[in-house]
């Protein structure tokens, strides 16, 4: 887990909670291509799909033409993601692996 303090004047002047400034910092950072996708995900404080989203509806990418593709890089930042939680012990039954898809 990543921890970032913000200095509460600057808070003030920019007139945003820290969790506003961190998620305007992770995109910064994206944008620039300083950090991977992972990485501002984890400094915004949300999930690599949510930190996606955001960032499609801000048009600052695009969607793949067809729908059932994802990103190179989302797909790359999941893997990553994955090994990183099984390197951790955090794994999960074969058996659970269908418990939450309707079919």
């Known amino acids: 887990?990543?921890?970032?303090?913000?200095?509460?004047?600057?808070?003030?002047?920019?007139q945003m909670t820290e969790?506003?400034?961190?998620?305007?910092?992770?995109?910064?950072?994206?944008?620039?291509?300083?950090i991977h996708l992972e990485?501002?995900?984890?400094?915004?404080g949300m999930a690599i799909d949510d930190f996606y989203?955001?960032?499609?509806?801000?048009?600052?990418?695009?969607?793949p033409t067809d729908p059932d593709d994802e990103s190179n890089e989302l797909i790359l930042a999941s893997l990553n993601t994955s090994l990183q939680q099984a390197k951790e012990g955090k794994?999960?039954?074969?058996?659970?692996?269908w418990d939450d898809i309707d079919v």
């Not at 969790?19 to 300083?34: D, F, P, W």
């Not at 990485?39 to 915004?44: D, E, L, N, P």
């Not at 794994?91 to 692996?97: A, C, F, K, T």
């Open 1 to 14: 887990m990543m921890s970032l303090k913000l200095p509460t004047e600057l808070l003030q002047t920019a």
């Open 19 to 34: 969790a506003e400034m961190l998620k305007e910092i992770a995109i910064m950072l994206y944008q620039q291509q300083r």
């Open 39 to 44: 990485q501002a995900a984890q400094i915004s």
């Open 53 to 63: 989203q955001l960032l499609i509806g801000r048009n600052l990418i695009t969607l």
């Open 91 to 97: 794994l999960h039954p074969i058996s659970e692996l």
